[in-house]
């Protein structure tokens, strides 16, 4: 059973970003030449509820990266705040940073990439189990280590493999198993599936939705694509060049997309009917005509939804 807090019950956020801004370049050179400025994330606001799926969508380069590691303070903001349980934790130290890295955790899209190859795939799940002094004995270490490795179906006899000896939906079972290790409250999860094949994808989707209903976990499920989103996700937000311009439940956004560019990416969506898909008509959407001016705000919609107008 899932253990998201429903809106009758008025739950505090686990995670608010307000008004978060991230820009790249602008330093100047040796030679004194400024390097363009990149509004990356551009005064993006919103909050993922305990147990919640928020999906984050949008084309490549609209800044779903860059909010996702600007969150878990990966990086700094330029501006903006990041409250996790109602604390402000934007800009503190690693030292104070620190209990708050154990309850939030990401997944990157490459699952080789985040492996250690010289490491077995069970050190490298225990690592964060010592490096937070938790489980300090090594038996019990490896129970828990084995423990979840069963929790996300891998046979805890692969824990002295190396990451080259896995598949990739494999991989990517070892490193949301590393992810959850300290019992987290909150994953991004950056494109998880993205690089598997296509008949694994869905299994690991089901981890995911599985972990959640086990743990009562909270993700920001960052995706390129909305099919996916629409199996997994509560509610979903639409960025573009930055910005949010549009934000709601699933359903909504699915059933009664308000802004253009949601529409667009809606309407790329194959439909797996070939009868219904020879009828899709994609919309073109051209975003430098269609560029958000900055003075634009979320205005509601409906019940949690809101689109960028202005
Ligand atoms: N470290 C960096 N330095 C300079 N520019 C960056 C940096 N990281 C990201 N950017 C730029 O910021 C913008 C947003 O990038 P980001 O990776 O967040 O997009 P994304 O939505 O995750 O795209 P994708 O779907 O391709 O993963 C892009 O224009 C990117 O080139
Ligand atoms: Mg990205």
Do not use: W
Request: charged fraction near 20%.
């Amino acid at each position: 059973m899932t253990e998201m807090v429903t809106a009758q019950e008025s739950p505090a956020p686990l995670v608010q970003v307000e008004r978060l801004c991230k820009t790249y370049g602008g330093e100047r050179s040796l030679l004194g030449a400024a390097k363009p400025q990149l509004r990356a994330v551009n005064d993006v606001s919103f909050a993922v509820m305990p147990g919640e799926t928020l999906g984050l969508v949008g084309e490549s380069g609209s800044g779903k990266s860059t909010t996702g590691r600007v969150l878990l303070q990966l990086e700094a903001p330029t501006s903006g705040d990041i409250l996790f349980k109602g604390s402000n934790i934007t800009g503190l130290s690693k030292h104070l940073l620190r209990p708050y890295r154990r309850d939030m955790q990401i997944i990157f899209q490459d699952p080789y990439a985040s492996l250690n190859p010289r490491m077995t795939v069970g050190d490298f799940v225990s690592e964060p189990l010592i490096v937070h002094g938790v489980c300090p004995n090594r038996s019990e270490r490896q129970d828990k280590v084995a423990a979840l490795f069963r929790k996300v179906g891998l046979d805890p006899a692969f824990m002295k493999r190396y990451p080259h000896e896995f598949s990739g939906g494999q991989r990517q079972r070892v490193n949301i198993a590393r992810a959850i290790a300290l019992n987290p409250a909150f994953i991004v999860a950056d494109e998880p599936i993205t690089a598997l094949d296509v008949s694994i994808q869905a299994q690991i989707v089901n981890l995911f939705q599985d972990l959640q209903d086990e743990l009562g976990l909270a993700y920001l499920f960052i995706a390129h694509d909305l099919s996916m989103i629409r199996f997994l996700c509560h509610r979903v937000a639409v960025m573009l060049r930055g910005r949010i311009v549009e934000i709601g439940p699933c359903e909504a956004i699915f059933e009664n997309p308000q802004h253009a560019y949601t529409r667009a990416l809606l309407s790329a969506i194959p439909i797996p009917d070939p009868d219904l898909e020879s009828k899709r008509h994609p919309i073109a959407f051209d975003v430098n005509a269609n560029l958000p001016p900055q003075s634009a705000v979320l205005e509601p919609v409906g019940d949690g939804h809101f689109v960028l107008r202005g």
